[in-house]
């Protein structure tokens, strides 16, 4: 059974930078793509980051060239570095693999 657990969320300043983790239990990590999701208050959740069994990776434009998602198959784990963070990045973020989510962490951007 699959479970995964986000970590690093924090408060910090505009301009800031964030490393989040998202490590999974089972033996499917390193076949599996992962993605990173927020749900910023009063919106719906969007995709922000995901990273194919391969590596491969796309983004979602509003994050482009400031997050990084990269993974560590040893470690069972994906990480999201998330730099230049603005106010607007202000969300609960999660990671899903296999339609299991994570139970979020919390990143507050502040002006």
């Known amino acids: 059974q699959v479970q995964l657990v986000e970590s690093g969320g924090d408060l910090v300043q505009a301009g800031g930078s964030l490393r989040l983790s998202c490590a999974a239990s089972?033996?499917?990590?390193?076949?599996?793509?992962v993605g990173w999701y927020r749900r910023a208050p009063g919106k719906e959740r969007e995709l922000v980051a995901r990273i194919g069994s391969s590596g491969s990776t796309n983004y979602a434009d509003s994050v482009k060239g400031r997050f990084t998602i990269s993974r560590d198959n040893a470690k069972n784990t994906v990480y999201l570095q998330m730099n230049s963070l603005k106010p607007e990045d202000t969300a609960v973020y999660f990671c899903?693999?296999?339609?299991?989510w994570g139970q979020g962490t919390q990143v507050t951007v502040s002006s």
């Open positions: 899903s693999m296999r339609n299991v």
């Open positions: 089972g033996s499917i990590f390193s076949i599996s793509a």
